[in-house]
């Protein structure tokens, strides 16, 4: 497999919720399972469609609201995969943070 990151991923697991702005769906149960500067990973129950805006909530007080300084974050839906293996997620999917984002929030 290629890798295609531009960034390190770090582990992560924390419960999260999905809202598809341009659907007007959610918010849908997920989990981060991987994040770095540039997105996260995530798995859910539900495909979402490359380059979907969506809008991801975490709870207070977990690691990535910490690390971002707020408990959401934006982003676009880069790839969505059905996952082999998976632990509750039907599907994995990339989303990519916009690039102000990552360059304030990412220290």
């Given at each position: 497999m290629n890798e295609q990151r531009s960034a390190p991923r770090k582990a992560s697991l924390e419960p999260c919720s999905i809202e598809m702005y341009?659907?007007?769906k959610g918010p849908f149960p997920s989990r981060v399972i991987n994040y770095s500067a540039g997105g996260l990973m995530v798995?859910?129950?539900h495909p979402l469609a490359k380059g979907?805006?969506?809008k991801?909530?975490?709870r207070p007080g977990t690691e990535n609201a910490q690390r971002l300084g707020e408990t959401y974050c934006v982003g676009m839906?880069?790839?969505?995969a059905p996952q082999e293996g998976r632990y509750s997620g039907l599907y994995g999917v990339g989303v990519q943070m916009p690039q102000s984002v990552r360059a304030t929030k990412a220290a």
């Open positions: 341009a659907a007007g798995e859910l129950d979907e805006p969506v991801i909530r975490f839906v880069r790839w969505c």
